[in-house]
Structure formats: C-alpha cells, structure tokens
Nanobody, 125 residues
Framework: QVQLVESGGGLVQAGGSLRLSCAASGRTFSRNAMGWFRQAPGKEREFVAAISWSGGNTYYAESVTGRFTISRDNAKNTMYLQMNSLKPEDTAVYYC??????????????????WGQGTQVTVSS
C-alpha cells in the first residue's frame, strides 16, 4: 500500500506559478513510477506528467510541455509539480498517483494503482 497526500494548490492569476507536492508513505516510495493527473469540472481526468522511480525519465502532456516540471526527492518520499506560466485552462483538481512499475510511465488512469485525494488549482484570467 502507498498513501499519497497532495498539497500546494490554490488561487493564482494567469501567468503565475505554483508548486504542488505529493507526500508518500507506506510501501517504499522509490520503487514506483509516479504521475500527475488533473480533472476539470465536467471533464474526464487527464494525464499531466509522469516520472520514473529514479527521476531520470519524465514525460509530459503536450498542453503543459515547457511550462510544467515534474520531479521527485526519494529521500523525502515526495514528488513535485512546478507549474509556471499558468493559464485559466489549467484550472482543475490535481491528483498524484503511483504505479506498479518502477520505470513504465503510464499515460492513463488505469496504469496507476494508488491515488491521492487531490488539490484544487484555480487560475484566474
């Protein structure tokens, strides 16, 4: 079992920045590839970014490439999502997730076994 808790969400103006954190506990954190997803009202949960267990491999959705950066600190059992140049369309509940593999970067919700409760990000225009 892996327990995940997101934090760092909030209200920010367009063009601003936020850094989300995902604190993990339970089974060894460093054995899991991790991901960030988001869900806007009335829409399906969508992939944002993923990172391998070592942090050496990352992948981003096209909509956030060049603006968001995923990273992790295995010593602190924490994953991060640095979000810059935020846009109103980035408004959503952001979820972190842990997958069963150390290296496979899943792009769909079905690729992940464990989920956090989510943190709200609201970008005003």
């Amino acid at each position: 079992q892996v327990q995940l808790v997101e934090s760092g969400g909030g209200l920010v103006q367009a063009g601003g920045s936020l850094r989300l954190s995902c604190a993990a506990s339970g089974r060894t954190f460093s054995r899991n590839a991790m991901g960030w997803f988001r869900q806007a009202p009335g829409k399906e949960r969508e992939f944002v970014a993923a990172i391998s267990w070592s942090g050496g491999n990352t992948y981003y959705a096209e909509s956030v490439t060049g603006r968001f950066t995923i990273s992790r600190d295995n010593a602190k059992n924490t994953m991060y999502l640095q979000m810059n140049s935020l846009k109103p369309e980035d408004t959503a509940v952001y979820y972190c997730a842990a997958g069963p593999s150390a290296t496979i970067l899943g792009l769909t919700t079905g690729a992940y076994d464990y989920w956090g409760q989510g943190t709200q990000v609201t970008v005003s225009s």
